[in-house]
T-cell receptor, first 115, second 117 residues
Framework: EAGVTQFPSHSVIEKGQTVTLRCDPI?????LYWYRRVMGKEIKFLLH????????ESGMPNNRFLAERTGGTYSTLKVQPAELEDSGVYFC?????????????FGNGTRLTVT | AQKVTQAQTEISVVEKEDVTLDCVYE???????LFWYKQPPSGELVFLIR??????QNEISGRYSWNFQKSTSSFNFTITASQVVDSAVYFC??????????????FGQGTRLTINP
């Protein structure tokens, strides 16, 4: 079974540019999550999809971030325009259900550097 | 509000030493789960263990063991006879029950563990 895959693994962009991160969850997993770790700090929740619907986007920092999951399969996270403080590692995770004990399966993350 | 604190930012030990990673959590919920994840140099977060709030039994898996103590709100992780391959960043995380909405993971800051040969 393929795991959660994220693309690209690294991205370096200039302030003001746009970047789109992609996540392919494990096949059959309805729940998809985005998390972010900024420079040595804790990993923080951004949002949660159930299929194509946003279930909780309370962690999204501001309206420069847009997440989509068309068709309930892969998801994209767009940052437009990027700012220096957006640098960090963006993790995607998926799970078959959203039950309390269900562990999330994470991808390798996308390291975003905004210069 | 929920919070997880991993006070040890970095730990460095020599191979074969035992090492304990500390995790202290805060929550007012009575039903919750605690997790440990490992992030090796390759980058992915690998699930290691989960423990529910009603089960304070310690767990051992090979060289890994976990000590859950509700009295001190701690869920510490010990690696016995450490090996170079154990080098990674380790994250402790908490998940609480919510009737609606995502049952989000709340992570600690992570502990970077380096095992030197």
């Amino acid at each position: 079974e393929a795991g959660v895959t994220q693309f690209p693994s690294h991205s370096v962009i200039e302030k003001g540019q746009t970047v789109t991160l992609r996540c392919d969850p494990i096949s059959g997993h309805d729940n998809l999550y985005w998390y972010r770790r900024v420079m040595g700090k804790e990993i923080k929740f951004l949002l949660h999809f159930v299929k194509e619907s946003k279930q909780d986007e309370s962690g999204m920092p501001n309206n420069r971030f847009l997440a989509e999951r068309t068709g309930g399969t892969y998801s994209t996270l767009k940052v437009q325009p990027a700012e220096l403080e957006d640098s960090g590692v963006y993790f995607c995770a998926s799970s078959q259900d959203r039950g309390l004990p269900t562990p999330l399966h994470f991808g390798n993350g996308t390291r975003l550097t905004v210069t | 509000a929920q919070k997880v604190t991993q006070a040890q930012t970095e730990i460095s030990v020599v191979e074969k030493e035992d090492v304990t990673l500390d995790c202290v959590y805060e929550t007012r919920d009575t039903t919750y789960y605690l997790f440990w994840y490992k992030q090796p140099p390759s980058g992915e977060l690998v699930f290691l263990i989960r423990r529910n709030s009603f089960d304070e039994q310690n767990e051992i898996s090979g060289r890994y063991s976990w000590n859950f103590q509700k009295s001190t709100s701690s869920f510490n992780f010990t690696i016995t006879a450490s090996q170079v391959v154990d080098s990674a960043v380790y994250f402790c995380a908490l998940k609480v029950y919510r009737v609606q909405g995502a049952q989000k993971l709340v992570f600690g800051q992570g502990t970077r563990l380096t095992i030197n040969p």
